[in-house]
């Protein structure tokens, strides 16, 4: 089955153009995720499972948010976590798209 098929709100599917990386980052710490942020040559984020605390253990790495996003880059996003076992409700209204 195709990873659209999964998602239920297909009208905000369609809609994660307008996602920032500030935005993935709040999401994040709101679904009590932990976040960290890396300066260098991408600026981004690392979006990591808090069940394994040591940033060297790859088993804890969720996804990687760079600064320059579009649709599908979010769609990617949002699947990785969507695939760590949280709700997509509870996505949406992480990224406060929905109430």
């Known amino acids: 089955m195709p990873e659209e098929d999964k ?6 599917w369609r809609s994660l153009n ?6 993935w980052e ?3 710490k709101r679904l009590g995720l932990d976040v960290f942020r890396y300066y260098g040559k991408g600026d981004h984020y690392v979006i990591r ?33 969507l695939n760590c076992g949280i709700p ?6 992480a990224l406060k798209m929905l109430k």
């Open 49 to 81: 499972d808090p069940a394994y605390p040591d940033p060297s253990d790859y088993r804890g790495l969720i996804t990687t948010v760079d600064k320059a996003l579009n649709k599908i880059s979010n769609q990617k996003i949002f699947k990785q976590i």
């Open 26 to 28: 709040k999401a994040g």
């Open 7 to 12: 998602i239920q709100r297909k009208e905000l």
């Open 88 to 93: 997509e409700d509870n996505i949406w209204r």
């Open 18 to 23: 307008n996602v920032r990386q500030g935005d």
